[in-house]
């Protein structure tokens, strides 16, 4: 199907899930989907309603960065209503719906890093950011940020080149941004769905994490902390053992994965 009949209705169009992406907003170009998906879900928007847009102007990444997604990526949030204990599911189910699907549309064996980014050969191509607002006990909403490079190349963006790469580059070809997206909303369904049947999600999550038993640098804040990548927790933390023996228990960083003397 050609990318320029790109639009809410063909995504919807035989998606055949029962609420994630049955309501989609389509903008050929937003500031950020993060920020129409917030003022949706504050006016009590339907869950499973999807944000998404032909390019973003000021994409959000995690910690405050920005998160380039020109023409061709795929840039969306969800919005969702989960119970708070599903919480720290939600980056899990995220990763492994993104690697599923780029495997099912590409062929391409895709690696989770701790904690949200999803590798191709070492380079990073996707993004995900989970925000939620929780009020008391209560989730009041959470939403789902995707972001996919697909159909641009790496060598229009000298500025990530070194880090970053798209399914284009890896395939030598354009890849359909619709198959990607509705095969990765139909998965992330599918797993929210099982979500109250226990938790093979963490397990699969677990098993799937580039970063375990890798020697890694973590960067958190000001702090660079070096150890091993000894287990994750059911909170989606990151337990790193030290050389002297001691563990740090690191909720939210960067992690660098040390290649013989050198970090990725
Ligand atoms: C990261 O790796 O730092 C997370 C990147 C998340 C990017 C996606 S693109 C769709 C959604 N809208 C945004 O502004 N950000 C997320």
Not at 231 to 244: I, M, Y
């Amino acid at each position: 199907m050609a990318e320029d009949s790109f639009s809410a209705t063909i995504i919807t169009s035989n998606l055949e899930t029962r609420f994630i992406g049955q309501r989609v907003i389509y903008h050929p170009q937003l500031t950020s989907t993060m920020d129409v998906a917030r003022q949706e879900a504050r006016q009590g928007a339907a869950g499973g309603t999807v944000i998404m847009a032909g390019e973003q102007t000021a994409g959000k990444g995690r910690l405050k960065r920005v998160w380039l997604s020109p023409r061709g990526s795929v840039a969306l949030s969800i919005v969702l209503y989960p119970e708070m204990s599903y919480l720290p599911y939600l980056i899990m189910l995220a990763s492994l719906a993104v690697v599923h699907s780029i495997k099912v549309v590409t062929g391409l064996e895709a690696q989770i890093k701790w904690p949200n980014d999803i590798l191709i050969n070492g380079k990073k191509v996707c993004g995900i950011l989970i925000e939620s607002d929780v009020q008391g006990s209560q989730v009041a909403y959470a939403i789902i940020g995707i972001g996919i490079n697909v159909n641009f190349r790496l060598s229009d963006f000298p500025e990530i080149r070194s880090t970053a790469t798209s399914l284009a580059d890896e395939v030598a070809r354009d890849v359909s941004r619709i198959a990607i997206i509705q095969c990765l909303l139909r998965e992330i369904e599918r797993l929210y769905l099982v979500l109250p049947e226990g938790e093979h999600i963490y397990w699969e999550w677990r098993d799937r994490l580039a970063t375990l038993g890798r020697k890694v640098q973590v960067v958190s804040g000001k702090t660079t902390l070096e150890g091993t990548a000894e287990s994750v927790a059911r909170d989606g933390s990151l337990l790193l053992r030290h050389s002297n023996g001691s563990s740090t228990k690191i909720v939210a960083g960067d992690v660098r994965l040390r290649v013989r003397n050198h970090v990725a």
